[in-house]
């Protein structure tokens, strides 16, 4: 499994962007699809995941500025970032969960939000 990561960027305070993943290879049904991010000297975390059925849960930290999607014929996962702060500075990465549990991680795209 590939997961293909794009849109990362510098971006000014208030600003916005939007996040683009592709899985592609050997699929199974994929179930969850979500947003990580890591941020330098910290651990990672979760930012964002929605499941196979739409149902979706952010981090507090991102409620009302961020919104995950997906689009199931594409196998993609897409994040869009509005309100962008100085500390969503991190390194973004996707990832899927299939039916049997397995994670899969892509490259990570980094974002840097300017003060």
């Known amino acids: 499994v590939q997961l293909q990561a794009s849109g990362g960027g510098l971006v000014q305070a208030g600003g916005s962007l939007r996040l683009s993943c592709a899985a592609s290879g050997s699929l199974l049904s994929i179930n969850d699809m979500g947003w990580y991010r890591q941020a330098p000297g910290k651990q990672r975390e979760l930012v964002a995941v929605i499941t196979s059925s739409g149902f979706t849960n952010y981090a507090d930290s991102v409620k009302g500025r961020f919104t995950i999607s997906r689009d199931n014929a594409k196998n993609t996962v897409y994040l869009q970032m509005n309100s962008l702060k100085p500390e969503d500075t991190a390194v973004y990465y996707c990832?899927?969960?299939?039916?049997?549990?397995?994670?899969?991680w892509g490259q990570g795209t980094l974002v840097t939000v300017s003060s």
């Open positions: 990832t899927i969960r299939n039916t049997y549990g397995i994670r899969s």
